[in-house]
């Protein structure tokens, strides 16, 4: 790696780390620390797995193939992010600053990439496909699932970023496919 990259690199990692003391600083509202604790418990997958039996049972054998995709998106997500954070081994925020703030509680040991966000871009791309009108909640939804992460002192912005370009990739392939 040249001097120059590792230079931008390293400034990189100085942005990200700063970004994600700031924004973990503002769990202390307890109205935002609440709110950003309820949305990143339903991005844990309760809100795409009501979503999915929504659309099974109202749309009943339309339903199946939305169903279907978005379960197969769901476990490549699975895979390819435990996968990631097995071989990265990145530390969450709050094992490396003490400084970042954490309220949240992490399903597992390693902040790369965001599970939640990867699954929130890969579930919502994929249920607007077939449902465009949905865009109106998903979209603040997914968005706000990413910004949990960060907010709960548990990801760095990079992995929300990653999180979701992998969701973005995923849903994009399984189009290829269904």
Known sequence: MSNRMRFYFSRMLVLDSALCVTFSHTNQNRIIRDWFRMISRLGDGMFWYMLMLVILMTQQMDGVKPFLHMAIVGLTGALIYKWLKTKTQRPRPYQVRQDVWVVGRPLDHFSFPSGHTLHAVA?????????????????????????SRVILGLHYPSDVMAGAALGYLIAQFSFALF
């Open 123 to 147: 579930f919502g791309l994929v249920a607007m496909f077939y449902y465009p009108i949905l865009a109106i909640i998903l979209m603040p939804f997914i968005v706000m699932v990413a910004m």
